[in-house]
């Protein structure tokens, strides 16, 4: 491994939200497993590509709001939020996998007439390439190196467990030394980045979902996107 493909994996593994979770269960999450119907597992197979999915169109359609409203509220008096300009959420593609191989919910979600359930071994940071569909791009695929992580269930109405997890992540920021606003702010909104993404409401927490997600961070991705009828 080359010293840059391991700074680049190095800093993948510090965008993770909650990686210091996963990595005390890596042991017991030898693999983790999407649910597919025939057809779509054989496209998997020929392409040996998966879609990434823009988080706005998954099945939880105000997810990413809901996740900015959870981190607004930690991050409120610890963080000055008087730059909110500076807080918005990038276009995040989402490709989501679930812990269990044969999870009932899964099977009636995704391969209600039968199919398969394929497991994928993502226990590190890696590098995808992101296939660009423009036929003058100057590269097949753009590399951006991510990494897999669990999704935080959390419910507006709070619980004993979303009190640890906000605690957990006041705890966090209130090691960073941020001297100006303008620091503040940039730390405040590389908080909602990391964090938004894997934030989801209590009532789906039966999905027990990981994720990964491909930012599009100042258009990176823009020549990548493309278009599918999904009915």
């Known amino acids: 491994m080359s010293d840059k493909e391991y700074d680049q994996i190095a800093a993948a593994q510090k965008q993770l939200p909650h990686f210091h979770i996963t990595q005390e269960k890596a042991k017991k999450i030898q693999l983790v497993y999407q649910y597919r119907n025939f057809d779509s597992f054989w496209s998997i197979l020929k392409s040996d590509a998966l879609w990434a999915t823009n988080a706005r169109f998954s099945n939880d359609e105000v997810e990413q709001q809901f996740g900015m409203q959870v981190i607004s509220s930690i991050c409120a008096g610890t963080i000055d939020l008087s730059n909110p300009g500076n807080m918005g959420l990038d276009e995040n593609y989402i490709v989501c996998f679930c812990q269990e191989d044969d999870k009932l919910s899964q099977w009636r979600g995704y391969a209600p007439e039968g199919g398969v359930s394929l497991g994928f071994d ?17 590269q097949d695929a753009i590399l951006q190196y991510v990494g897999l992580d669990k999704v935080r269930y959390v419910s507006p109405k709070g619980s004993k467990k979303d009190d640890e997890y906000r605690q957990e992540c006041q705890e966090s920021l209130a090691l960073i030394n941020s001297p100006t606003i303008e620091d503040e702010a940039s730390i405040f ?32 991705l823009d020549q990548c996107i493309h278009y599918r009828n999904a009915n």
């Open 122 to 138: 993502l226990g590190m940071p890696r590098a995808f390439a992101v296939q660009q569909n423009e036929p003058d791009a100057k």
């Open 189 to 220: 909104r590389e908080e909602i980045q990391k964090k938004a993404p894997f934030i989801k409401h209590s009532g789906f927490e039966e999905e027990d979902e990981y994720r990964l997600v491909f930012r599009n961070q100042d258009g990176q």
